[in-house]
């Protein structure tokens, strides 16, 4: 006598989806993959890590910028800003916006003289880092390019209100002025120490020549 067993039939042709694989929703392509071994096709990969975003592999912090700008907008301790961190706290990103933006405003289109107004950031930041660690200032050269790059700003606002008072002479003399003396101040009042006693000057007479050739490539004069 033979006995039967009945045993149910186990399907084996399904595939095996490894740890962090994905399908897609399956339609009439995907199940006939599937059938046919071939499902392997339509797997997606998940990453275990996000994508970290743009910004933040650049290491580029918008609300630290935005902080930055306001402190040389408004310079005087009595406004109530931090001021310091623009010297405490260096970065590259925001100085360059500010020059690329000075360049573009002051040049009105002649994108060819750009890397000029970039030379002159990287190599005058350079001078006046050497003779602030000359002086005896203690100073990196990061910080010193990134106050004299925040520090263009009243140059950008000057150079943006000159042309609707242009025809007022006296008036296009006092913007003149204002922008470069703002933008002076706002410099070397984070780069002068005050131990240099007497020798604040030897400082910041250079750092306002730098800013006079500035402004004088927006008005070519």
Known sequence: MEFVTSVPAVDLSGDIAGEGV????????????????????LEVEEDDEELKPILEELDIDLTDIYYKIRCVLFPLPSLGFNRAVLKESPDFWGPLLVILLFSLVSLYGQFHVISWIL???????????????VLGAEVSYGQTLGVIGYSVIPLIFAATTQPLVSFIPLLNFAVRIVGVVWASYSAGSLLVDQDLGHKKVLLLYPIFLLYVYFYSLSTGA
Request: without cysteine; proline residues 0%.
């Open 119 to 133: 030379t002159i950031w990287l190599v005058g930041s350079f001078l006046i880092f050497v003779l602030t660690r």
């Open 22 to 41: 994905k399908h897609r929703k399956k339609g009439a392509l995907s199940s006939a993959l599937n059938n046919r071994g071939y499902g392997w096709l």
